[in-house]
């Protein structure tokens, strides 16, 4: 969804990520039982991980 670490690590801090609807913090961890995750980087990037 990015174009590099640095601009990722940019949106996390920008507050600008969501995993479910929830503000994606720098220590967030996930794991594969929270399967399907929505993804939202901003306003208009989305994606669904299964």
């Known amino acids: 969804m990015t174009s590099s670490k640095g601009e990722a690590r940019?949106?996390?801090s920008g507050r600008g990520v969501r995993i479910n609807?929830?503000?994606v913090e720098i220590?967030?961890?996930i794991s594969s039982q929270?399967?399907?995750i929505r993804l939202?980087?901003?306003r208009k990037r989305h994606?669904?991980?299964k």
């Open 10 to 12: 940019r949106a996390i």
């Open 21 to 23: 609807g929830n503000v």
């Open 27 to 29: 220590d967030t961890m």
């Open 34 to 36: 929270d399967l399907p």
């Open 40 to 42: 939202s980087l901003g």
């Open 47 to 49: 994606t669904v991980v």
